[in-house]
């Protein structure tokens, strides 16, 4: 059973940059496609970015610019750095795992394996 840990949230102001951590429990994270999500009170879950297993990276269009995912694997931890930040991006974040199909890497539903979330709060 693969666990995610996120951490990085917290309160932060328009313009600043955050970088989220994924940390994940075994190096098998390594064979997973791996993604992040949030989801804003009252909103459903999205998607913000992607890093498949062959390397390949995908960004939400509207936040392209803004985000950058990468991963360490000597740490198991997989990172996302948001700059720019906008009160909208207010959210949970979330971080996933598994053997998706590529149609599905942007659903939420093509993943197995969840994090419990980082609050992130971005005041004007």
């Known amino acids: 059973q693969l666990q995610l840990v996120e951490s990085g949230g917290g309160l932060a102001q328009t313009g600043d940059s955050l970088t989220l951590s994924c940390a994940t429990s075994?190096?098998?994270?390594?064979?997973?496609?791996m993604a992040w999500f949030r989801q804003a009170p009252g909103k459903e879950r999205e998607f913000v970015a992607a890093?498949?297993?062959?390397?390949?990276?995908y960004y939400e269009d509207s936040m392209k610019g803004c985000l950058t995912i990468s991963r360490d694997n000597a740490k198991n931890t997989m990172y996302l750095q948001i700059n720019s930040l906008k009160p909208d991006d207010t959210a949970v974040y979330f971080c996933?795992?598994?053997?998706?199909?590529?149609?599905?890497?942007?659903?939420?539903?093509?993943?197995?394996?969840w994090g419990q979330g980082t609050q992130v709060t971005v005041s004007s």
């Open positions: 996933a795992a598994g053997v998706v199909i590529l149609s599905r890497t942007r659903e939420p539903s093509g993943y197995a394996y």
């Open positions: 075994q190096g098998s994270f390594r064979q997973k496609d």
């Open positions: 890093r498949r297993r062959d390397g390949h990276l």
